[in-house]
């Protein structure tokens, strides 16, 4: 044990926003909790995020829906997956992701990621080749944003078509361009643990008009469809609504009305994870045999959690560690762990997927591969407790054999 102790918990966030508070109070009081449930000629809540999120992105058209897994799914679908289609993934991300493909119908294949947690582009050639594989289901993990340039270059070298899960990167860009505008369609989740919360909820946005049709059609949008808030001309749909089955995943207005005011707060609040960051970045790397993945000068990501490697440790001495850090109230996520716990999960534990080739770059990246959260409710000096936790227990775990 350290001679610190850190007290916060490393799942609290901050309360909503108090104009996010009174939104939802006001949408309880009217009764109409669902997006169609409007009077008159309103919008309804869902509606207008969609609107307001299709313009921060930039993009054309926006759906709101339940989870971010739900909206990978309807992406996948809405670009043309069908059952058995190979769609190439990168492995090292969350369940929901491998969940959403197998949902579809279709096959994954795995592709290794780098030292910088970065899908390995020469392993995804090599995979869309031997696959045939016409997608490309691109997290950015952890958000860890990779060369976009080159992965445009690799996807359209081999035609494959690109999906971006963009679960930790809202607000996040490559070389000036927001993250999920590279892609045909990219998803964000709404989910707590992200950007802005409302519990669960997921957003996905396109420029292509009937890919944007084909997902308000599969979210369940009966024959409301004009009721959306971005959406393509209704022309796009005729040809459409009657061939797309309802998967009902719609967002509801109570959702949508607190994520609103939320989205106004988004690049202010990015800045403060970053400034999070940015100290718990500076302190790690003060620590002998700790290493933080260097970014690239062009990726301009967010920082709502940190990733760590520690070199020269064994299985054991990482228990010791973990173990220590956790009793001192520091929680800190082993992604290298056979057994998945909480959110860690390695490619190996997907049991549903059936055999898949080893990734032996992949597993040994894992190996040891740290993660942390950072709420914004921590404060820079916060980070610097908890480093020196971190510091204190790595040296004691490693003199132990
Ligand atoms: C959270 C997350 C998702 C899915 O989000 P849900 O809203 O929880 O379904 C997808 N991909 C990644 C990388 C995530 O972290």
């Given at each position: 044990?350290?001679?610190?102790?850190?007290?916060?918990?490393?799942?609290?966030?901050?309360?909503?926003?108090?104009?996010?508070?009174?939104?939802?109070?006001?949408?309880?009081?009217?009764?109409?909790?669902?997006?169609?449930?409007?009077?008159?000629?309103?919008?309804?809540?869902?509606?207008?995020?969609?609107?307001?999120?299709?313009?921060?992105?930039?993009?054309?058209?926006?759906?709101?829906?339940?989870?971010?897994?739900?909206?990978?799914?309807?992406?996948?679908?809405?670009?043309?997956?069908?059952?058995?289609?190979?769609?190439?993934?990168?492995?090292?991300?969350?369940?929901?992701?491998?969940?959403?493909?197998?949902?579809?119908?279709?096959?994954?294949?795995?592709?290794?990621?780098?030292?910088?947690?970065?899908?390995?582009?020469?392993?995804?050639?090599?995979?869309?080749?031997?696959?045939?594989?016409?997608?490309?289901?691109?997290?950015?993990?952890?958000?860890?944003?990779?060369?976009?340039?080159?992965?445009?270059?690799?996807?359209?070298?081999?035609?494959?078509?690109?999906?971006?899960?963009?679960?930790?990167?809202m607000g996040a860009?490559?070389?000036?361009?927001?993250?999920?505008?590279?892609?045909?369609?990219?998803?964000?989740?709404?989910?707590?643990?992200?950007h802005?919360?409302?519990?669960?909820?997921?957003?996905?946005?396109?420029?292509?008009?009937?890919?944007?049709?084909?997902?308000?059609?599969?979210?369940?949008?009966?024959?409301?469809?004009?009721?959306?808030?971005?959406?393509?001309?209704?022309?796009?749909?005729?040809?459409?609504?009657?061939?797309?089955?309802?998967?009902?995943?719609?967002?509801?207005?109570?959702?949508?009305?607190?994520?609103?005011?939320?989205?106004?707060?988004l690049d202010a609040n990015c800045a403060r994870w970053n400034?999070?960051?940015?100290?718990?970045?500076?302190?790690?790397?003060?620590?002998?045999?700790?290493?933080?993945?260097?970014?690239?000068?062009?990726?301009d990501?967010i920082g709502s959690?940190?990733?760590?490697?520690?070199?020269?440790?064994?299985?054991?001495?990482?228990?010791?560690?973990?173990?220590?850090?956790?009793?001192?109230?520091?929680?800190?996520?082993?992604?290298?762990?056979?057994?998945?716990?909480?959110?860690?999960?390695?490619?190996?534990?997907?049991?549903?997927?059936?055999?898949?080739?080893?990734?032996?770059?992949?597993?040994?990246?894992?190996?040891?591969?740290?993660?942390?959260?950072?709420?914004?409710?921590?404060?820079?000096?916060?980070?610097?407790?908890?480093?020196?936790?971190?510091?204190?227990?790595?040296?004691?775990?490693?003199?132990?054999?």
């Amino acid at each position: 044990m350290s001679q610190k102790r850190f007290s916060k918990s490393f799942t609290q966030q901050e309360p909503l926003p108090d104009d996010a508070i009174e939104k939802a109070v006001t949408v309880m009081q009217s009764g109409r909790l669902h997006r169609y449930n409007t009077s008159g000629d309103d919008w309804s809540e869902a509606s207008l995020l969609e609107k307001e999120f299709a313009d921060y992105q930039g993009r054309k058209y926006c759906l709101a829906c339940t989870s971010g897994g739900y909206a990978i799914h309807v992406a996948l679908r809405a670009t043309g997956v069908s059952p058995g289609d190979a769609v190439l993934m990168n492995a090292y991300t969350l369940a929901p992701v491998p969940g959403a493909v197998y949902q579809s119908g279709a096959r994954p294949v795995l592709v290794e990621i780098d030292e910088h947690y970065h899908v390995d582009i020469g392993d995804l050639l090599a995979k869309a080749r031997e696959s045939g594989a016409k997608y490309f289901l691109m997290s950015h993990m952890r958000g860890h944003i990779a060369d976009m340039d080159a992965v445009k270059r690799a996807c359209d070298d081999v035609g494959l078509i690109l999906i971006e899960d963009c679960a930790h990167t809202m607000g996040a860009s490559w070389n000036g361009t927001l993250s999920g505008n590279f892609g045909r369609v990219a998803c964000f989740s709404t989910q707590t643990y992200k950007h802005i919360n409302s519990g669960e909820g997921g957003l996905l946005v396109t420029d292509d008009p009937e890919v944007a049709a084909r997902a308000i059609l599969y979210s369940g949008s009966y024959m409301l469809f004009e009721r959306h808030g971005a959406r393509p001309p209704k022309e796009t749909f005729e040809s459409l609504r009657l061939n797309i089955p309802n998967f009902s995943g719609r967002m509801d207005d109570l959702r949508a009305a607190i994520l609103r005011p939320q989205l106004r707060q988004l690049d202010a609040n990015c800045a403060r994870w970053n400034a999070l960051y940015h100290e718990m970045e500076r302190c790690l790397r003060e620590i002998p045999g700790i290493e933080v993945p260097e970014r690239h000068q062009r990726e301009d990501f967010i920082g709502s959690s940190i990733q760590f490697r520690v070199g020269e440790i064994t299985e054991e001495q990482i228990s010791g560690f973990l173990g220590k850090c956790e009793a001192d109230g520091v929680a800190l996520k082993w992604f290298g762990e056979d057994e998945p716990r909480g959110y860690t999960s390695r490619f190996d534990s997907w049991h549903y997927l059936g055999d898949l080739p080893d990734l032996p770059r992949t597993r040994a990246i894992l190996s040891n591969t740290f993660d942390m959260r950072l709420p914004l409710t921590f404060t820079p000096e916060d980070c610097r407790v908890i480093c020196e936790i971190i510091g204190e227990n790595l040296i004691a775990a490693k003199q132990r054999n």
